[in-house]
């Protein structure tokens, strides 16, 4: 499968997600979804996994709400992909990220962290031409480029060897406000024109 060439930005700059009218089926759903600047690239990402690393569509879980309460109230953030045991167990998070990789991984490890009813253990983000898949427990980047998101063969091995225990309330507490920070920073960045997850 060729995968889709993302679009470029000038060095050194994030671009926003924007609308561009219309509708695409989601890849896994059927589902419609809203065509923006980058949902044809979450849907190429979503097609890779099942077409050439050997995952379950059942197996892959879009838009993955995971919920945290900070400054007082609650909130929630979504990882684009999730992978999972027929048991419903985590085993890894996928984030597209329109901007250089490296820069979101403390993001996504909040994130992961974060899930219920405990953390996941591996994460990967990626742009599609990139990738960064790194343990959540430490943060250690476990493999770069895009041949860094694990075959389905190999995850759960990976997985297994990471520990993944539910975090305690003060640890859950800050990586909460770091997520919460994140989040706003998103919000506030460039006003009602950015829409990234």
């Known amino acids: 499968m060729g995968l889709a060439e993302p679009r470029q930005a000038e060095k050194g700059s994030t671009m926003h997600e924007v609308s561009l009218g219309g509708v695409l089926a989601d890849y896994l759903t059927g589902e419609e979804r809203e065509c923006t600047t980058y949902e044809d690239l979450r849907q190429a990402l979503a097609q890779y996994l099942v ?3 050997g995952y379950e569509r059942s197996q892959l879980v ?3 709400s995971v919920r945290f309460e900070a400054a007082g109230e609650e909130h929630s953030r979504e990882a684009d992909l999730a992978v999972v045991t027929p048991e419903g167990e985590l085993l890894l998070m996928l984030v597209f990220c329109p901007g250089q990789v490296h820069t979101y991984t403390r993001e996504v490890t909040a994130l992961a962290r974060l899930a219920a009813p405990s953390p996941c ?4 983000v990626t742009d599609m031409r990139e990738a960064e898949l790194f343990a959540v427990d430490n943060g250690e980047i476990l493999a770069r480029g895009l041949p860094a ?3 389905f063969a190999a995850l759960q091995k990976l ?4 520990p993944h225990s539910p975090l305690g309330i003060e640890r859950r507490e800050k ?6 920070a994140y989040t706003g920073f998103l919000k506030t960045c460039c006003g009602a024109t950015c829409s990234l997850p």
Not at 121 to 124: E, N, S, T
Not at 159 to 162: E, V
Not at 175 to 180: A, D, G, K, M, V
């Open 51 to 53: 077409e050439e690393l």
């Open 62 to 64: 879009p838009r993955f």
């Open 121 to 124: 253990p591996l994460a990967v």
């Open 149 to 151: 998101i694990p075959r």
């Open 175 to 180: 990586e909460s406000r770091i997520l919460h």
């Open 159 to 162: 997985a297994a060897n990471r």
